[in-house]
């Protein structure tokens, strides 16, 4: 698989399998009405990927308000989404003019006919583009190996850890630092940290839609800390800060704080231009393994 | 002022002044709206402090979702708060277990007679005390100096930096670190780290409502980075992870990437058992200056 974003014709942004899997169709005349289809393509054990939903979300928010980028995304998980139909019910909540304010919630319905709310977001959307161009970052990119040198899926598989699907990873091309991995082998280093290089096995680039999926797309840090099973996102937020320049990101999580069954999950996302291009943290449940 | 905390009889809480100004009113007959009144007393230049304005609307989800405590707050300023009458509207977006969400709004009458939505909050409550004792954290509190060592608001006037109300420094015993306000004298170190110890003026100790206050109290980073003027919370994220102890809490500002013009702010606080009580992340414009 790791060879693959190499070998496969390059996918463009809007037309790549991320694209389609995360479309969302608006409903004629009903304003801020979309439905989707939640892919099985996006899954990781039992789950429906979190960054995959949030990005999903990110695009009916990108279509339906006056600014079309991501600034500012909270998602909160409220019940485990499944694949199949979905609709998301957008509204803005406030259009100014280098920032529009906009809410979201993903519906599905349950084995009962019933409509279950399983996301709400709340964010802020701007042009990322007509940002003013200064930047004076004291943050430094992670210090990992080159993206040669990082581990593909096949060679750490992360089924063991959760069991059921792992779809997810056809779709992504990560390499995760070998320092971070000690967990697929029964040896984790306890640090509770998860460091990798993050592109799309068909080759599409980055873009600040993308970045939503990024930020919950590598293996959680409770791994790193000799946890199994899963860790469900309560909430995560995410500021995506710049577009990314084409090619792989360098996606560094950690975590510092696990207490009371939870656990926080910083994100850091830099990309070729050594630019700080998005940073999250989700608090997630931990696994009691 | 600094003395204040210790010549002052000591405030219970519920029964200090932040109740007080924090108190909402649930109108009879319309569940989830609660009538408030913002106090000119939580003010810093033009603004009504937001630290205040979250607690506020922390307050009023505590007393209509099935959860007491805030776990998880998320907070989107729309427009400027004013002091005077406000109106708050919540409502729970899922009852759990072990945790329920709610969504609720700030609103204000403008000039003209018309509703203006200042603040939207999506939030999932909890029972603190109910949750799991493990702790495994491996972040370390601030090194800082004791609070005798630290510094009070008469040594270093913050009006300086914005101009227009210090009220709020009156209702806080805010004691910062030295090193941290070389800007209160044209020094700044150009690092963006703001550290202090924080209490109420009063003598009231901190719950899980005054951490929310707390994130959001001391001067903001950008003073550290060399810029004047105002720095608006756009977002801000809040994760309250345990019951303070009683006595002032450690507060640790950093802000490692001002670009575009925007500038994220991290702030842990510690309380006097050396326990990681919250951890919050707002997205603020930078100041021109």
Same sequence: chains 1, 2.
Avoid at 31 to 45: M, P, R
Avoid at 92 to 114: N, Y
């Amino acid at each position: 698989m790791t060879g693959m974003a190499t070998a496969s014709p390059r996918a463009d942004i809007g037309d790549s399998e991320f694209d389609r899997a995360t479309a969302v169709a608006p409903r004629a005349g009903e304003a801020g009405v979309y439905d989707a289809e939640l892919s099985a393509g996006w899954t990781i054990g039992s789950a429906v990927n979190g960054g995959y939903l949030l990005a999903l979300l990110g695009r009916a928010l990108s279509g339906s308000l006056p600014h079309r980028d991501p600034l500012t995304v909270t998602a909160h998980y409220l019940t485990a989404s499944r694949p199949g139909p979905a609709v998301v019910r957008a509204q803005t909540v406030r259009a100014g003019r280098t920032m529009s304010s906009g809410q979201a919630s993903l519906f599905q319905t349950d084995d009962k006919g019933r409509e279950v709310e399983r996301i709400r977001v709340i964010a802020g959307y701007c042009d990322l583009a007509a940002l003013p161009d200064g930047v004076r970052t004291s943050a430094k990119p992670p210090r990992m190996p080159s993206y040669e040198d990082c581990l593909g899926s096949a060679d750490a598989p992360a089924e063991g850890q959760v069991g059921g699907s792992t779809a997810i990873l056809e779709r992504l091309d990560l390499r995760l630092d070998p320092a971070t991995v000690g967990w697929a082998v029964g040896a984790p280093s306890g640090l509770g940290r998860v460091r990798g290089w993050l592109g799309l096995a068909d080759g599409r680039d980055h873009d600040p839609l993308s970045l939503l999926l990024a930020v919950d797309a590598l293996p959680p840090t409770s791994f790193d800390l000799g946890l199994k099973g899963w860790t469900p996102t309560l909430e995560l937020t995410v500021h995506v800060r710049a577009r990314p320049v084409p090619g792989p990101l360098r996606v560094a999580l950690s975590t510092r704080n696990l207490a009371g069954g939870l656990l926080e999950e910083d994100c850091e996302i830099w990309d070729g231009a050594d630019r700080l291009v998005a940073q999250s943290r989700q608090l997630a449940r931990a696994p009691r393994g």
